[in-house]
């Protein structure tokens, strides 16, 4: 594919979205909406990003591909091999480990049959690698499905949560 041709990827929803993200900062900082264009590609993907897609929003942003890649490798938004549908996070830093995250853990691997960091056998779930903090000390012990927090969760109350995710 010619550098030119690379831009062809993206579809035209993507497109106005990358736009709408530039439109936001002052000329010159494209670079600013690296962020926003890569969460459209991978919504639009199916949940994660190839190097091809990511090379493809550089060349519209008009940037170097190492810039996005960067990006796309920094942040545990970004998922740069396929994963299961829906993403699910267990917080286990101190205030839900005291809560009982571990154990909350524990009990999600064993309900849907993997580890952190695997997807289950019908794609329906990503148990994302265990998460450092998510901001949700005081509704300890949680977990976050598709960027939606769920606070003072219990075994059960998480089987719930997971059962219902389609």
């Not at 849907?112 to 901001?135: H, M, N, Y």
Request: glycine share 8%; net charge negative.
């Amino acid at each position: 594919m010619q550098p030119s041709d690379k831009t062809a990827l993206l579809s035209s929803h993507v497109r106005a979205e990358i736009d709408h993200w530039v439109a936001k900062f002052p000329e010159g900082r494209q670079r600013s909406a690296v962020i926003g264009a890569l969460h459209a590609v991978q919504h639009e993907n199916g949940g994660f990003l190839t190097p091809e897609l990511m090379e493809a929003v550089a060349a519209y942003l008009g940037l170097p591909a190492i810039q996005v890649f960067e990006v796309a490798s920094f942040y545990s938004m970004f998922e740069t091999r396929p994963v299961g549908r829906h993403s699910v996070s267990v917080c286990t830093n101190i205030s839900c480990m005291l809560c009982g995250g571990e154990q909350l853990l524990a009990h999600v691997e064993k309900h849907l049959g993997i580890t952190v960091g695997q997807s289950t056998p019908d794609g329906r779930i990503f148990l994302k690698k265990e998460e450092e903090c998510l901001a949700a000390c005081t509704g300890a012990p949680m977990i976050m499905v598709d960027h939606r927090f769920y606070e003072n969760v219990t075994p059960a109350r998480a089987v719930e949560i997971l059962d219902a995710l389609e």
